[in-house]
């Protein structure tokens, strides 16, 4: 199978019938995507690489057991099918980051507008992306709905949601620089505007 794309997590590969397999990485291959994405190893040394992975192993298991259990219409998670603790398989959709490549800033900005209300819809079934990072943890289906893709960072419990939203995740460096830089600003005064709650 061809491989789509790779994380710390999971290697994606296309199944060539409209989905496609997540499976979990091997811990060599976690520790190459750690290397690749770590340097200069200042924020993330080297030595923390176990830690990383095993955190990582935890998270996602916890999270498949959760979209196993959520209240959430199958299709707003890309209809997945589990095939085991960690292995799922989903419907093969556009990742927002390829997605925002060809659209107008105007539109660009809709489509933050729609992944907000869709972030609402998750908060109301007590689900939410750890990082909610927009562009490579959220897709288009071929519906032009927004859908949540990447499911081994999920949080749950509704204190755990509140105090992590609380901490405005979506102004990290790594989501606001992965957006295309005319929606940027947009992107966090929406995103404070629809959930930054002031302690």
Known sequence: ???????????VYDMRNGRV???????FIAYCMMLHDCFPYIKYP???????HKRCKMEAAESIQKILHT???SWMIGNPQTRNELDYEQDAVIPLRKYFKHLTPEEGKKIIDAFIEFNKILIK???IDRNFLITDNFAIDVNKNIILIDLGELYSDAKQIHNHIAKRPWMSFDVVNSLPESLRDYFVEKMDENFYIKS
């Open 1 to 11: 199978m061809k491989v789509l794309g790779r994380g710390w997590q999971y290697t």
């Open 71 to 73: 209240t959430l219409k």
């Open 125 to 127: 079934h007590s689900l």
């Open 21 to 27: 397999l997540k499976k979990y990485n091997t811990r």
């Open 46 to 52: 080297v030595w923390e690489f176990p830690k990383y």
